[in-house]
Nanobody, 124 residues
Framework: QVQLVESGGGLVQTGGSLRLSCAAS????????MGWFRQAPGKEREFVASISWSETTTDYADSVRGRFTISRDNGKNTVYLRMNSLQPEDTALYYC?????????????????WGQGTQVTVSS
């Protein structure tokens, strides 16, 4: 049974930081590209970041590049999203995804599994 369980969300002030985690189980984590998406109320789902299975390739949305960092620990079956300089427009439900193909396609809404999400709220 595949599971992606996100954690680490919460309420933070503008300019603050959070680190999200996504613990995976039920599939061969080290063979999958991983990514993060977010969705704010009334808005469409938005790609945030992705990382290849080998950790050699990362990709970011323009809106978060330079502020967010995606990483993974294949030994712990976990992917992380470090978020710095948070802004109110970063407020959203953040969820992780797993994809058996190239990580470069995750931004094109290609993924096999997804989690339930963790809420991030940035106060102004």
């Amino acid at each position: 049974q595949v599971q992606l369980v996100e954690s680490g969300g919460g309420l933070v002030q503008t300019g603050g930081s959070l680190r999200l985690s996504c613990a995976a189980s039920g599939f061969t984590f080290s063979s999958y590209a991983m990514g993060w998406f977010r969705q704010a109320p009334g808005k469409e789902r938005e790609f945030v970041a992705s990382i290849s299975w080998s950790e050699t390739t990362t990709d970011y949305a323009d809106s978060v590049r330079g502020r967010f960092t995606i990483s993974r620990d294949n030994g712990k079956n976990t992917v992380y999203l470090r978020m710095n300089s948070l802004q109110p427009e970063d407020t959203a439900l953040y969820y992780c995804v797993a994809y058996s193909g190239s990580s470069s396609n995750i931004r094109r809404d290609r993924f096999d599994y997804w989690g339930q999400g963790t809420q991030v709220t940035v106060s102004s």
